[in-house]
């Protein structure tokens, strides 16, 4: 069964640093997000992204925040500048296939750690 | 307001029995779907269940099924003949509008445990 897949599961960077999160949504879906979930709290919106645009990002995502579709199978989300607030689960998801299907899949996220 | 209200932070239950998990939901929106997704200790998001609103019946799948009450704005999911693996954090969730990007906000979750 197609799934969404991200890499790395973990990621631990140091404030201030840039990291990428990679993400290869399900092959006929059309819209792709971002959400992160802090530990103990609640999944979170950032981003949805269709057509090569972004549709609708959060107050969350800001300047700091960028996502990519750099080829016909990756989506990527950018952070340039960690913060510590940043550390959270992030979870790419895609929905929209052949079908028409509103169902949004998630991948098994990553867990990102900022020090 | 809150959009998704889940009550119940934490839920124990024997091992084969349903279980019912209460969601409720706000919209002025005509157009909307409802989910219910698992989040085992491994931490991933897995779907279980989607309704429509302007779904007729009740969405089933296998032992997951959704009580659809529209007048009171409510999702409940029932678990029927629980299991150990169902221990784990459930969430309801809601998209609102026509449109197939809409975003899904999600309720603060209840965490349950299934006992043997």
């Known amino acids: 069964e197609p799934e969404v897949t991200q890499t790395p599961s973990h990621q631990v960077t140091q404030m201030g640093q840039e990291v990428i999160l990679r993400c290869v949504p399900i092959s006929n879906h059309l819209y792709f997000y971002w959400y992160r979930q802090i530990l103990g709290q609640k999944v979170e919106f950032l981003v949805s992204?269709?057509?090569?645009?972004?549709?609708?990002k959060s107050e969350i995502f800001d300047d700091q925040f960028s996502v990519e579709r750099p080829d016909g199978s990756n989506f990527t989300l950018k952070i340039r500048s960690t913060k510590l607030e940043d550390s959270a689960m992030y979870f790419c998801?895609?929905?929209?296939?052949?079908?028409?299907?509103?169902?949004?899949?998630f991948g098994p996220g990553t867990r990102l750690l900022v020090l | 307001a809150q959009k998704i209200t889940q009550t119940q932070p934490g839920m124990f239950v024997q091992e084969k029995e349903a279980v019912t998990l209460d969601c409720t939901y706000d919209?002025?929106?005509?157009?909307?779907?409802l989910f219910w997704y698992k989040q085992p200790s491994s931490g991933e998001m897995i779907f279980l269940i989607y309704q429509g609103s302007y779904d007729q019946q009740n969405a089933t799948e296998g032992r997951y099924s959704l009580n659809f009450q529209k007048a009171r704005k409510s999702a409940n999911l029932v678990i029927s003949a629980s299991q150990l693996g169902d221990s784990a954090m459930y969430f309801c969730?809601?998209?609102?509008?026509?449109?197939?990007?809409?975003?899904?906000?999600f309720g603060k979750g209840t965490r349950l445990h299934i006992l043997p």
């Open positions: 992204f269709y057509n090569n645009e972004i549709s609708e």
């Open positions: 998801a895609s929905s929209g296939g052949a079908g028409g299907g509103e169902t949004q899949y």
């Open positions: 969730a809601m998209r609102e509008g026509g449109g197939r990007d809409d975003k899904i906000i």
């Open positions: 919209t002025s929106d005509p157009s909307y779907g």
